[in-house]
């Protein structure tokens, strides 16, 4: 048997390679020519309301990419914490705010550690853009400058067939789900790419998101 590596001294390594000092994603610089997404290592943050499609959109990306992809889901990484749930459906409060910041930390630490090792990365996640507190300003601190958002953002109607079919802590109400939809409209005009997927299936969906991250690629948003 081949002898194991031995254990990181700190936390600076991960496996047997060095994590990267700071922000392990860099600004892109624009280049020439559009690059070949389906080869370049990216870091991808895919931003929706409830029901948008959104986990399901980016499991299908990362599993036909050319290069190793990994999806990290930030709802699945909330629901590790299984006595002491902060579940959403009780409302907005100092200790979901504390377990959101520690998942998305989380999140930032696995897609540096994946990207670290050359392996993209996407994550997906319900990004407000009037909330500080669920804002792109931690996603960008977490995993860095490179990150290229994307806004999945279907109809209403569309997110409130799809709530309907969930189960458990993923299911909102239609109340709920209808004002999240409505403030996720408040991306429109922010300069980041916005797929409307109503009435696309998801290997549409996922090309139009190939499409994005190209051009993000290209010409970086700001954000």
Request: glycine residues 10%; aromatic residues 6%; hydrophobic residues 40%.
């Amino acid at each position: 048997m081949p002898t194991p590596p031995p254990a990181p001294l700190d936390g600076g390594t991960t496996g047997y390679i060095q994590l990267p000092p700071g922000h392990a994603v860099p600004a892109p610089t624009p280049a020439a020519a559009l690059p070949d997404v389906h080869h370049a290592g990216v870091a991808v943050l895919l931003i929706g309301p409830a029901g948008a499609g959104k986990t399901t959109v980016a499991r299908f990306w990362a599993e036909r990419r050319r290069v190793p992809t990994a999806h990290i889901s930030l709802d699945d990484v909330r629901e590790w914490v299984r006595s002491g749930f902060a579940d959403p459906r009780t409302g907005w409060d100092d200790s979901s705010e504390a377990q959101y910041r520690l998942a998305r930390r989380t999140c930032g630490f696995a897609a540096r550690n994946f990207l670290a090792n050359g392996i993209s990365c996407i994550l997906d996640d319900a990004v407000f853009p009037d909330r500080p507190a669920v804002g792109l300003g931690g996603w960008k601190r977490h995993v860095g400058p490179g990150l290229i958002p994307v806004v999945l953002l279907p109809g209403l109607d569309v997110v409130l067939e799809r709530n309907a079919a969930r189960t458990g802590t993923r299911r909102l109400s239609d109340e709920e789900v209808a004002t999240i939809h409505g403030r996720m409209a408040g991306w429109y005009g922010s300069g980041l790419p916005i797929i409307d997927n109503s009435r696309h299936d998801v290997a549409t969906t996922a090309r139009m998101l190939d499409d994005a991250v190209t051009r993000s690629l290209h010409s970086p948003p700001p954000w």
